[in-house]
């Protein structure tokens, strides 16, 4: 019976090696997530199941703070796929040293972000490099005020999140059948004709999951507009630190947080599904 | 079938046994804290005005380890004193306006004086006020004033109304003031400016307070917690609404960095020690008071974080007249929702 | 190849411009690394004092310290677990658990941040490092299992069979054939998940206590109290070990790639 029992341990050995990452998975990420939407649903209060915080942050203000985020998100989106795409498109067909140009492409990403938002600081402030440089070659006589605004904030986003556009751009355009541009040479087609014909259709995976990949997590930036934007702007992600580290309302917290990831939600599949059809 | 149950029943057991694993390893910091031999000092303060570099001597003297342990706000304080049991705090450091609280709730324990005979050391201006009369409980330690920074290198007009008017309500002047990110504090004194009350607001007078510091919104650079200072200096803005005990650094540094008390008044913030109700070594915690205030050790600290010590005759006190002591007018909650329009309109 | 020329420049120029966009602030902070004048930015004069102070200050020391300590720990537990699951998982678990892993990188880093907070009030966790160490090794799974698993699917499956059939026991196996082959992508995994994790900042800025400072949340804090030019005198030697590790990274990619 010993026997039987001994063997069967050592035959769920396996399981048991394996089982503490999917376990730490289960239990960190998807367990916690269902208690913050468990959270949500509870009033502070009486303790009970209750619609309360989902009324209390459903108006006009929080609204526009959600807006506010998918409009930045939006175009930082932007920004990074009309700075990255060309970037990508070098790197993939004309360059020689295409690993070592990825990794110096990537390195400033390595450091810290607040480090590289910090460093923005040097340039954009009155005194700073920009200004100076404007100053000194007389284009303008009054200091611009650059840092503190929303341009600002966009900006040092779009600088945060390039990598992670480039990344699969680069990836798609590297695996690049090059018949099909000898092809469409063959058939007489200009340059921009191939390039909106053939390049841009067969990169549109890539540029789907860059969309993706900056999109949703600069949705919830909220370093950047806190320390860049001066805090005037509220942010989701400014909302829901301030929620759970300042004021530690766990529950309406987590009624937005829940809230504002469902937004999120939906407009990235609208964003995925958008240009799925555009594929077609 | 046994089999099927045994290999089901074994995979339960791992899975619990690893979860058992986890808890025991994150509470391990727990049940350690429990076991210590060695006598421990545990203080609850704020990180710019205490940490541990002097407190060698002490140490080594009385055979104790300090742990300071930080917060960032009166609210963490106080949540860390309560929730979840005794944390086995020795001194809490409550600033002004929720002494009351502390001993309603009984959190703190009268100062024995005494023990104490150092007290009038102190300068007599912070001792005795309304929110601790006697110093029946605390014993002060850090003062602030709020005022406004100036820059003279940017703000190159002649300064001559001190008044809260110049970052409270001067859009038609084109420039950007920085502010911090204390919303109690800034209402309280946009009343004192329009009504020039301190408290007793009326509803119609509340919602007025919170229309202008919307209005107000146009003319701020920036909220920042502690880099007002910065954007002095640095001459990002001519004028920053900051604290006394942030600006002293770059006055000393910068000829043409001052700071002043607006005409209207103003609030001070006031950081005391106190001695929690729950303490057992009461006379260790009054050694160590008298280690920092009757040998001195207080003026190091004033002298790195750059505060004004309790010790020495604060001469920017005598000359203001108007210093009131900051009370809330709201709750904390009534706060967040506030905080909250200001910051997205 | 199309290579009509001036659109070429114009590609290369956009290049150019790109790099440099990217470059300017790095290259700013650290010539700013030297200048003597604390608090403005005017010029004063070229100085390495910063550097001087950045090596004698004991919280940053303490931080850092702090920081490498959470960062080996989680890497260690990581790499270990990723490699546990990628070699002894079923294969059917493997396939369709591996989304699990993935989802942790997908959602946005406050989300992860913020349910570990609740959870861990939830379960009466006191917050330290440990909670910290916890979430860094969430986020490190993420990264180890793709590269691991990526790196496993390609060991070729008759090696095992064969070690199989002359009588090796799994643990056998695991020990002589497994790691080996998976040695560098193991190497490439956890110098990965180090630098994450010692640059990380939303876990730690919402997991942490007010006792337990890593570096990026010391940097955070001295920022926003208006720093001094140590600020950047630690961000170039950030730069440095950073950089230093994933040219490492980089370089065991590319040698692993080719020798495929």
Known sequence: ?280 | MIALLMRLSIRFLAVCSWILIFFIATSYQQLNFFTQDKKTLNILGWPQIIDREFLVEFENKHNVTVHITYCENNEEMLAKLTVGGSHGYDIIMPSNFFINHYVEHTLIQKLDHSKIPWLKKIDPQILNLPFDLNNRYTVPCFWSVYGIGINHKVYKKPLLDKSWKLIFDNLNENYLVGMLEELPQTYSLMGLYLYNKLNNFSLEEKRTILEKLIEQKKMVLAYTDMRVEYLLASGECPLVFSASSDMAKMVKLYPYIDFFVPKEGSFALLDSFAITFECQQKDLVYSFLSYLYDEGVLNQYAEKFEFTSPLKINQLLTTISTIFYFERIYSEKEYEDLWIEVKAA | MHQLSYGFLLLRLAVVLTLAFLYLPLFVLIVFSFNSNPFTQEWGYFTTEWYSVLWDSREIWDSFYNSCKIALQATILSVLLSTLFVSFANQYYKKHLQFLFYASLAVPEILVAVSLLGFFSLCFIPLGPMTILVGHTLLGLGYAVPIIYTRYQEIDQQLILAAYDLGASQFQIFRTIIIPLLFPSIIAASLLVFVLSLDDFFISFFCCDATTQTLPLYIFSIIRSGSTPVINALSAVLLCITSLAIFCFSLLQMKDREKR
């Open chain 1, 1 to 280: 019976m010993i026997e039987r029992l001994k063997s069967c341990f050592l035959k769920e050995m396996p399981f048991f090696l394996a089982a503490p990452a999917v376990l730490w998975a289960i239990i960190l990420f998807l367990f916690p997530l269902l208690c913050l939407i468990f959270t949500s649903f509870i009033d502070q209060d009486t303790g009970l199941f209750s619609w309360y915080n989902y009324h209390h942050i459903a108006n006009i203000t929080i609204a526009i703070i959600i807006i506010r985020s998918l409009f930045y998100a939006l175009l930082t989106t932007f920004f990074t796929l009309i700075i990255g795409y060309p970037i990508a498109y070098y790197v993939a067909f004309y360059a020689r040293a295409k690993e070592y140009m990825l990794f110096f492409l990537t390195l400033p990403f390595w450091t810290n972000l607040i480090v590289l938002v910090y460093a923005w600081f040097f340039l954009l402030e009155r005194e700073g490099l920009i200004n100076f440089l404007l100053t000194k070659l007389g284009l303008i006589t009054e200091p611009l005020q650059l840092a503190y605004t929303t341009g600002s904030v966009i900006l040092v986003m779009t600088y945060c999140y390039i990598p992670f556009m480039i990344m699969p751009l680069y990836s798609v355009l590297n695996k690049f059948n090059m018949r099909l541009l000898e092809a469409s040479c063959d058939l007489g087609a200009t340059y921009f004709q191939t390039l909106r014909h053939v390049i841009i259709p067969v990169s549109l995976p890539g540029i789907r999951t860059g969309i993706i990949l900056v999109f949703v997590p600069s949705f919830g930036e909220f370093i950047v507009p806190a320390l860049m934007g001066g805090a005037k702007q509220l942010t989701v992600g400014s909302l829901i630190s301030y929620y759970f580290v300042v004021s530690k309302n766990y529950a309406i917290g987590s009624a937005f947080t829940i809230l504002s990831g469902l937004i999120l939600l939906l407009t990235a599949i609208l964003i995925y599904f958008l240009i799925t059809l555009i594929k077609k």
